[in-house]
């Protein structure tokens, strides 16, 4: 069976790994799938932070 194109990555809100004054401890994290064909980079999505209770860039983390 060939093996996909697809992968599963996880983003990270950026602002709270930088800011410890947020609303609350913690770092919001969500998944989604990418084409490694299509985007080789990394990416960067701006998505609900619930601890920043804001929208905010999360990037894609190993």
Not at 36 to 56: A, D, S, V
Request: proline content about 3%; overall charge positive.
């Amino acid at each position: 069976m060939a093996k996909g194109v697809r992968i599963v990555v996880t983003l990270e809100c950026t602002e709270c790994r930088t800011n410890p004054d947020q609303r609350r401890p913690g770092v919001s994290r969500y998944t989604t799938q990418k084409n490694r064909r299509n985007t080789t980079g990394r990416m960067e999505l701006k998505k609900y932070c619930r601890y920043c209770n804001k929208h905010t860039v999360h990037k894609e983390t190993k």
